[in-house]
């Protein structure tokens, strides 16, 4: 019996399970494996909601916002009486007949017809009794040794642009020259001893104007002075 050898005796508990690794991975597999059966049975498990079941509202979902739309006109059955609109029926309007009837102007105020009577025309403005249109004043601006410069200024009295015209008549002498002040020029016609002078653009109602001129071995004092036909004043 002693020559006999004893077989070597397998480890237990948490040894055995150290030596043996291969008892961990089919520990493992049986574990995945039921766990897949449970999942499988739970999903086949739920069915569907019955027919007639309520079913849960559904979340409602963010859109853009959008205008409302111009309301469109829906068409009232034949059965129903027709709509009736303000101002297009007398019954329902609440106006007269009269009102109903009649047409009046949008503005609320009653339009004007010429009738065809007389126009009345105005007759050009002319100056008060007595008192000349143009009135003119002559006087000596400057004098000097052979000759000196006179002027003639003018008011147009009246209420109307007028032209004018001025004559001047003097003892001998000879006319140099003659201008108006700031205005365009006129015309000017010598006769001898005498000059007349047009002008050459009208003045406006209450303006002045002055014609000057110079005149050399004269008197500066003239024997006659108009502004259109009247006889100036200053001398």
Same mark, same amino acid.
Do not use: K
């Given at each position: +019996?002693?020559?006999? @050898?004893?077989?070597?005796?397998?480890?237990?508990?948490?040894?055995? #399970?150290?030596?043996?690794?291969? #008892?961990?991975?089919?520990?493992?597999?049986?574990? +995945?494996?039921?766990?897949?059966f449970?999942?499988?049975?739970?999903?086949?498990?739920? *069915?569907?909601?019955?027919?007639?079941?309520?079913?849960?509202?559904?979340?409602?979902l963010?859109? !853009?916002?959008?205008?409302?739309? !111009?309301?469109?006109?829906?068409?009232?059955?034949?059965?129903?009486? !027709?709509?009736?609109?303000p101002?297009?029926?007398?019954?329902? %309007?609440?106006l007269?007949?009269?009102?109903?009837?009649?047409?009046? *102007?949008?503005?609320?105020?009653?339009?004007?017809?010429?009738?065809?009577?007389p126009?009345?025309?105005?007759?050009? *403005?002319?100056?008060?009794?007595?008192?000349? !249109?143009?009135?003119?004043?002559? @006087?000596?601006?400057?004098?000097?040794?052979?000759?000196? #410069?006179?002027?003639?200024?003018?008011?147009?009295?009246?209420?109307? *642009?007028?032209g004018?015209?001025?004559?001047?008549?003097?003892?001998?002498?000879?006319?140099?020259?003659?201008?108006?002040?700031g205005?365009?020029?006129?015309?000017?016609?010598?006769?001898?001893?005498?000059?007349?002078?047009?002008?050459?653009?009208?003045? @406006?109602?209450?303006?002045?104007?002055?014609?000057?001129?110079h005149?050399?071995?004269?008197? %500066?004092?003239?024997?006659?002075?108009?502004?259109?036909?009247?006889?100036?004043?200053?001398?």
């Amino acid at each position: +019996m002693s020559g006999m @050898r004893r077989a070597p005796r397998l480890p237990h508990g948490p040894a055995a #399970i150290v030596s043996s690794p291969w #008892i961990v991975v089919g520990a493992g597999v049986v574990v +995945m494996v039921v766990l897949l059966f449970v999942a499988l049975g739970a999903y086949r498990g739920r *069915s569907p909601a019955p027919d007639g079941a309520p079913v849960p509202p559904a979340l409602p979902l963010p859109s !853009a916002v959008v205008a409302p739309s !111009a309301p469109t006109s829906v068409s009232a059955p034949a059965s129903s009486p !027709a709509p009736v609109l303000p101002g297009l029926s007398g019954r329902a %309007s609440g106006l007269p007949p009269s009102a109903v009837a009649g047409s009046r *102007s949008p503005s609320g105020s009653p339009s004007v017809v010429p009738t065809g009577g007389p126009t009345v025309t105005r007759s050009p *403005s002319r100056a008060p009794q007595g008192r000349p !249109a143009m009135s003119g004043r002559y @006087r000596v601006v400057q004098s000097f040794d052979g000759g000196f #410069i006179g002027e003639v200024s003018m008011v147009n009295t009246s209420a109307e *642009s007028r032209g004018w015209t001025v004559a001047l008549e003097f003892s001998g002498g000879r006319l140099v020259t003659t201008w108006v002040e700031g205005v365009p020029q006129g015309t000017v016609r010598h006769a001898g001893s005498s000059f007349t002078y047009v002008s050459g653009v009208d003045v @406006r109602p209450g303006g002045s104007v002055s014609l000057r001129f110079h005149l050399e071995r004269t008197s %500066s004092t003239p024997r006659a002075c108009t502004v259109d036909g009247l006889r100036c004043s200053g001398f």
